[in-house]
């Protein structure tokens, strides 16, 4: 079954450190990797989008990694600020012929404390 | 540029009624998919048009459907509303197919049905 999981559930850090979020699929086949931050009540905006070939890449203080072999991806965040509180969604894109889909996780929660 | 335009951004309907959401994309942008988010069960895919035609389409019933016209604006409509439709109704546009390329989103559109 093609599924997107996600982990921690939710994260509380204080602003200043860093985190990382896991995501682990089992989507097959694969097409990209992409991850979301959608704040409280709004809609969601891209962070990065990778694919099978791409297993780094960066924008600004969010680098997110792809290891295609183990279906693993990292979400790191680097000297949090408060306006990252925000639900972070991975979401792992399949071809299969003319069938195109997106897989949604659902996502992890963080909140950053002064 | 614009970015996507959900209306209304808020709205109150009973069991029974039925409503219409409206969608416009990014200009130059010719898919727009639809999407139920509720907590706890992510993001939901409903369907995606391109070109004025249905290109998929998510597990919803029948009681939900959608357009698009040729300016490539979108509606979707949800008839003979329950309350677990309640949830926030989000609007991408992509320029090509949005399974395959990047998804920029609306503030949604938040349901509540009594």
């Known amino acids: 079954k093609n599924q997107v999981e996600q982990s921690p559930q939710s994260l509380i850090i204080l602003e200043g450190k860093n985190c990382t979020l896991q995501?682990?699929?089992?989507?097959?086949?694969?097409?990209?990797l992409r991850w979301y931050k959608q704040d409280t009540g709004r809609g969601p905006v891209s962070l990065t989008i990778m694919t099978f070939s791409e297993n780094t890449k960066s924008n600004g203080r969010y680098t997110a990694t792809l290891d295609a072999d183990t279906k693993q991806s990292s979400l790191h965040i680097t000297a949090s600020q408060l306006s990252d509180s925000a639900s972070y969604i991975c979401v792992v894109g399949m071809i299969a012929g003319n069938n195109r889909k997106l897989i949604w996780g659902l996502g992890t929660s963080l909140a950053v404390n002064p | 540029k614009a970015g996507v335009t959900q209306t209304p951004r808020y709205l109150i309907k009973t069991r029974g009624q039925q409503v219409t959401l409206s969608c416009s994309p990014i200009s130059g942008h010719r898919s727009v998919s639809w999407y139920q988010q509720t907590p706890g069960q992510g993001l939901q895919f409903l369907f995606e048009y391109f070109s004025e035609t249905q290109r998929n389409k998510g597990n919803f019933p029948g009681r939900f459907s959608g357009r698009q016209f040729s300016n490539s604006r979108s509606e979707m409509n949800v008839s003979t509303l329950e309350l677990g439709d309640s949830a926030l109704y989000l609007c991408a546009s992509s320029w090509g197919s949005g399974n395959a390329g990047e998804l920029f989103f609306g503030e949604g559109s938040r349901l509540t049905v009594l």
């Open positions: 995501c682990n699929y089992t989507v097959s086949p694969f097409s990209n």
